[in-house]
């Protein structure tokens, strides 16, 4: 009698344990080839290392390379939706591959963790209780990088950024906080690699300082040209022109340039210390903000799946949107339109021995939410 | 508007153009004699530029990545030319493109997998870095300059190869009729590899020149070979005098268009309105002028055969 009681017991608990652990199975859909690949490969091994330290055997993730074409992203995600029944999707780059997947996938129920686009679409009007980014609202570092220069004291800003939807939000992200006069305001070719015409323009301008969003090789010939040219005037950019798998490529132009970024790796704090050290025993490289964001997006993940049944939405969704895991921005938390309310701090890129790489100088924005949040209604 | 910004943006159309030419010209050689297209031209592009980077880097000297810059990519098309290209000189074009796009792909990872995902770094060299003043009170990065004069170079020196020398000849008489040359006891499969090789050492030239003041990543040379390809259409294919004209038209437009577009349209609309519709025109214009020569003179402005 003993004994049955005991297995009964024993079976209870069995059960009981196999409902909390429900193995929960994540589609990683990002940039893995092209052009762009640096930023997936850097998610992806950011993600990768957070599941590898927490060696949680109920977490199941299926890695697919969208080679940055949003077509490509669509097929993986119903690939992903119907044939490998994942739960949660997660990775994408790049915000036109976030539109054309993201609403669809957040109608079917799943649950839509973003590691890095941030679209103004789906923080305002398009936003969705199953949709969270973990990283920025696409305005937000260059929201304080117009903070930044109003506080500077610069008063007469050239700016410019490539001519499609992002490029246009960073422009107005930069004046929603600059106030000064404007040089200059050129929308440049997507995947322009020249700069001598926009930088003729800019020394004939008569700025005081120089704001730009280019991304990735766009903002390797810019700089490269720009400190060929003999221009001396400050620059500040976004992040995304100064991370690390960029500035080795960028060398000494970059030397001193202010930017402004949501991490850093001297971010004061034992998870990022130990996310740093980590992150370089294991890739053995130094982590990018990228890398952060991934790394970030795991560990809510996990901490949601501590605390409830994949199964259970409502539940899900509120493990989620508590946010109880260690950052390696520090705190962090949701806003109302799951995007996240942060500090974003500037940067000035600095040589540590033979690799470029960023410091914090200060904070340009604390508990930044999005100018977007109320147009969300949720 | 000042006059002295106009004739900067001028040098920097004409900078823009010469290095299009560098590509233009090996594209319109190989089309010309071969009759093949070939699309894994950006890729010797960035073969060239990813050598010089790799070899500057290690050995501390542009002038050295330059060296192996040319020497590489003229072995990446020699390679290409005996194991892939001459089966395709008796298919039609759409073979040619099916085949040459796949060696964009496997030349594309094959660099990924060999250099990793992170674009590399390469420099100008540092006598040639920084402005100088020219007469007028100009300051121009002396390194652009540069790249003009060595375009100009490279193109007398085609110039007196095609029209002085006996190689010369007989590229020009594969152009007009590959049978007869044959017959004549020129060893044609030869005189094709060695033309490949000399595009895809041109093309590499030009990855390696402009990759000191851009960025040297994978895929970098596909956005040059859609402009090569629209300067070649304009300047009559197969014709090296072609290449060069419309290559510094094609320059000229981009560069000019740019600029001028949003400040004329400043005339009659608001400033931002004006930028972001006439940035998105000048994106448009050289395929406007395409579109205009290819009206006026069907064949390009140089091209023999209609």
């Known amino acids: 009698m003993k004994f049955l009681t005991m297995a009964a017991a024993a079976a209870l608990a069995m059960s009981l344990s196999s409902v909390q652990a429900e193995p929960v199975k994540v589609g990683m859909i990002t940039t893995l080839s092209g052009g762009g690949a640096g930023l997936g490969i850097d998610v992806r091994d950011g993600f990768l290392l957070a599941v590898k330290q927490a060696g949680n055997e109920d977490l199941e993730v299926i890695v697919e390379d969208d080679q940055r074409k949003p077509d490509i992203a669509v097929q993986l995600a119903d690939k992903m939706v119907q044939s490998e029944k994942v739960d949660v999707l997660t990775g994408i780059i790049w915000s036109n591959l976030a539109m054309a997947v993201v609403p669809s996938v957040t109608a079917q129920g799943k649950f839509y963790l973003s590691p890095n686009a941030g679209p103004s679409a789906l923080a305002g009007k398009g936003c969705h209780p199953n949709y969270f980014n973990v990283a920025w609202q696409n305005d937000n570092l260059h929201e304080a990088a117009g903070a930044y220069a109003k506080d500077t004291g610069y008063k007469n800003s050239f700016i410019l950024a490539p001519n499609y939807p992002a490029g246009k939000d960073a422009l107005t992200g930069y004046k929603r906080f600059y106030d000064g006069e404007l040089a200059g305001e050129l929308y440049t070719k997507l995947g322009q690699t020249d700069y001598a015409a926009e930088l003729a323009q800019i020394r004939a301008s008569g700025a005081d300082s120089v704001f730009f969003f280019l991304p990735g090789g766009m903002g390797i010939s810019f700089l490269k040209q720009y400190a060929d040219s003999g221009i001396d005037l400050p620059v500040v950019g976004p992040a995304f022109s100064f991370d690390q798998g960029i500035l080795q490529a960028v060398g000494d132009a970059a030397l001193g340039v202010k930017n402004t970024s949501q991490w850093n790796k001297d971010i004061d704090n034992p998870t990022n210390k130990a996310f740093v050290e980590a992150f370089q025993a294991e890739y053995g490289r130094l982590p990018s903000l990228y890398a952060s964001q991934g790394f970030d997006t795991a560990n809510l993940l996990l901490s949601a799946m501590a605390k409830a049944d994949v199964k259970d939405a409502d539940a899900f969704r509120a493990a989620l949107k508590e946010a109880d895991f260690d950052s390696t921005r520090g705190d962090f938390k949701f806003g109302s339109n799951h995007h996240p309310v942060q500090d974003i701090y500037v940067r000035e890129v600095i040589k540590e021995g033979d690799v470029f790489t960023n410091k914090i100088l200060a904070a340009a924005l604390t508990d930044h939410a999005d100018a977007y949040a109320g147009d969300c209604s949720m | ?306």
């Open chain 2, 1 to 306: 508007m000042s006059f002295l910004l106009l004739i900067e943006q001028v040098l920097n159309g004409l900078q823009f153009g010469i290095m299009l030419f560098l590509m233009a010209a090996g594209l319109t050689l190989i089309f010309g004699v071969m009759g093949l297209i070939n699309l894994a031209h950006g890729s010797l592009y960035m073969i060239g530029a990813f050598c010089a980077a790799a070899v500057a880097a290690a050995t501390g000297s542009f002038l050295l990545g330059l060296v192996a810059a040319l020497a590489g990519a003229a072995a990446a098309g020699a390679l290409v030319e005996l194991v892939v290209i001459r089966r395709l000189y008796d298919k039609d074009h759409l073979d040619q493109v099916l085949a040459t796009f796949a060696l964009i792909l496997i030349f594309s990872e094959g660099t990924r997998w060999i250099f990793g995902s992170f674009p590399l770094f390469l420099n100008v060299p540092d006598f040639l870095s920084g402005p100088i003043t020219l007469p007028g009170g100009i300051e121009y990065p002396l390194y652009r300059l540069t790249l003009i004069v060595i375009g100009l170079l490279v193109a007398l020196g085609l110039y007196m190869l095609i029209s002085r020398t006996r190689l010369g000849i007989q590229i020009r008489a594969g152009e007009n009729d590959r049978e007869m040359i044959a017959a004549l006891g020129i060893d044609i499969a030869k005189l094709y590899t060695i033309v490949f090789a000399l595009g895809a050492a041109l093309a590499g030239l030009a990855g390696a020149l402009v990759g000191a003041i851009q960025s040297v990543q994978v895929g970098m040379g596909e956005p040059v070979l859609i402009l090569a390809f629209v300067v070649i259409v304009i300047g009559g294919i197969g014709s090296i005098k072609g290449a060069l004209v419309g290559a510094i038209l094609v320059g000229l437009t981009d560069t000019l268009g740019g600029i001028f577009l949003p400040e004329a349209l400043k005339l009659f609309l608001d400033p931002s309105t004006a930028t972001s519709v006439g940035s998105s025109l000048a994106s448009m214009a050289i395929y406007i002028l395409m579109a205009a020569v290819l009206i006026l003179r069907p064949a390009g402005l140089f091209g023999a055969r209609a």
